[in-house]
């Protein structure tokens, strides 16, 4: 596998997967529809191609476009690709939501960045700065083989380690497992209870304790009880005190059955939001 058509090249995502892949092995057709997003690449020495262009003979198809856009894009090229074609998803939700084109001679396959973790043995200033990974700091990568044989997941995998490189581990997963990755763990749950951390941040500024001091306040005690939580330092445990507040505040701060997002039904509710087409 040499050639990929690259769509969605000139957004955020397009133009980071398209540096990445520059200088590999793979052969990269790069196209975009918007103005802005062509010239960004012509700016990044990339020539945009023609949609009908860039999948003739293209092997594999990487699809850098919004969640909700997926089913409209890809309905209009499938009956142009080849049997084989390895087609690359971003992200699961299009999948997960039944918006993929039924066809049996097509390999779809879904990949998405874990970004570089929060302990790490990164010591390279430009590398502890890529917060979201692909550029300086290593990252863990998330695979699924949503349909094809099992050769598509090993090359859908090999160019996952290019796009979002540098890689550590690739965790193979069912598209089930990719769905509660994300939208449930990362956004659902953790990105509600990180706003509402900061949230409490600007409450207690609010309150009167000066706001630098609250943020490196709850910044450094974060990462030293994430690394209790996540037994990242052996013997690390709460205090007794943090035990009894932790406990008091719970039945506060959460309902009693706040893992109810994890339930099928309601993955697929959050799925079937993301991928609407407004």
Known sequence: MKTIALFG????MGLRLAANLKGSRYEVRHVEIGERGRAALAERGFTPMDA??????????ILAVPDNRIHQVLGAMEKKLAAGTLVIFLDIAAAHAGLL?????LSYF????????IFSDEVEPRAQRDFFGGEHAKQHIVCSLIQGPEHAYADGEEIARVIYKPVMNSHRCTAEQMAILEPVLSETVLGTCLTILREATDEAARRGVPYQAARDFILGHMRVELAIVFQEKEGAVFSDGALKAIDRARSVIFKDDWKRVFEPEAIAESVAHITKTE
């Open 101 to 105: 084109p039924v066809n049996p001679g």
């Open 110 to 117: 879904c990949t998405h960045p874990c970004h570089p973790p």
């Open 9 to 12: 090249a000139g957004g955020k």
């Open 52 to 61: 009908d262009q860039a999948l003739d003979g293209a092997e594999a198809v």
